[in-house]
């Protein structure tokens, strides 16, 4: 059984065990640890702690020259030995190479998002919504000016 089927059939027997819903992951995570349905593998802790070593590291932002909040910390993907590993890096001392692979990545991920955003709102106005439709626009760049707009606007006193 993968570890996907796992926590699905963990959260099946928390609804048939009567467990509200809908819940928090921290209600069903609790519950599961409590019924002893759940016990993490020592590789399992450093791949856990490893993902909070990562959130801090997204987490980290500085004010640039011009004023702008930028993260500073990027993951990039690089392939080594036929091994695909995400090394992270400092934007301030990181090479050209690393920061345009995590720059195309991230791009990669926003397209992403944006089907399966596309592919979520089709399926609902087409199989499930009973009121008008809802529509997505795509294009960004008024969103982006306007985000561009606020964050040069001097701060109300």
């Known amino acids: 059984m993968s570890y996907k089927e796992q926590i699905l059939r963990i959260e099946k027997r928390y609804k048939e065990a009567g467990g509200k819903w809908p819940a928090s992951s921290i209600e069903v995570a609790t519950w599961a640890v409590g019924k002893k349905l759940y016990e993490m593998h020592p590789s399992a802790v450093i791949r856990q702690f ?3 070593i990562a959130q801090v590291w997204r987490d980290e932002y500085m004010t640039d020259p011009q004023k702008r909040r930028v993260r500073v910390k990027h993951a990039a993907r690089y392939s080594e030995h036929g091994e695909t590993k995400w090394l992270w890096d400092d934007m301030r001392s990181a090479t050209h190479h690393h920061m345009e692979l995590s720059f195309q990545h ?10 399966q955003l596309k592919l979520d709102v089709d399926s609902y106005n087409e199989n499930f919504n009973k009121g008008r439709t809802i529509q997505m626009v795509f ?14 606007r001097p701060a109300a006193a």
Request: hydrophobic share 35%; proline share 0%; net charge negative.
């Open 50 to 52: 490893a993902e909070q």
């Open 106 to 115: 991230k791009r990669e991920q926003i397209v992403m998002d944006c089907h």
């Open 139 to 152: 294009d960004f760049q008024l969103d982006l000016e306007e985000l561009s707009l606020e964050a040069n």
